[in-house]
Nanobody, 122 residues
Framework: QVQLVESGGGLVQAGGSLRLSCAAS????????SGWFRQAPGKEREFVAS???????YYVDSVKGRFTISRDNAKNMVYLQMNSLKPEDTAVYYC????????????????WGQGTQVTVSS
């Protein structure tokens, strides 16, 4: 199995920045793409960004130019640098890993972290 643990969430003002981290463990993790989803209260969970282990990246349109996903394969870490945060970015952010994330139509894998709260105030 793959285990994922997120960290780095918090409370920031609009226009501020946060960096989320996802630490992964498991023998098969390196074979998966990884990414981030988020879920705001009362809304469906949505795709945010993903990255293949080769380094190809994908983003939902609403975060392009503001968020950057990256990875360190040697450390089994995935990051999400979030700049120019907006109140509508407020959500619980979940790390995810699976074989079908690395495309323009990403499908979440079965491995999820527990989530980290990001709150952006006006």
């Amino acid at each position: 199995q793959v285990q994922l643990v997120e960290s780095g969430g918090g409370l920031v003002q609009a226009g501020g920045s946060l960096r989320l981290s996802c630490a992964a463990s498991g023998r098969t993790f390196s074979s998966y793409a990884s990414g981030w989803f988020r879920q705001a209260p009362g809304k469906e969970r949505e795709f945010v960004a993903s990255i293949t282990w080769r380094g190809n990246t994908y983003y939902v349109d609403s975060v392009k130019g503001r968020f950057t996903i990256s990875r360190d394969n040697a450390k089994n870490m995935v990051y999400l640098q979030m700049n120019s945060l907006k109140p509508e970015d407020t959500a619980v952010y979940y790390c995810n890993a699976g074989p079908a994330l690395g495309s323009i139509t990403p499908t979440p894998g079965i491995y999820w972290g527990q989530g980290t709260q990001v709150t952006v105030s006006s």
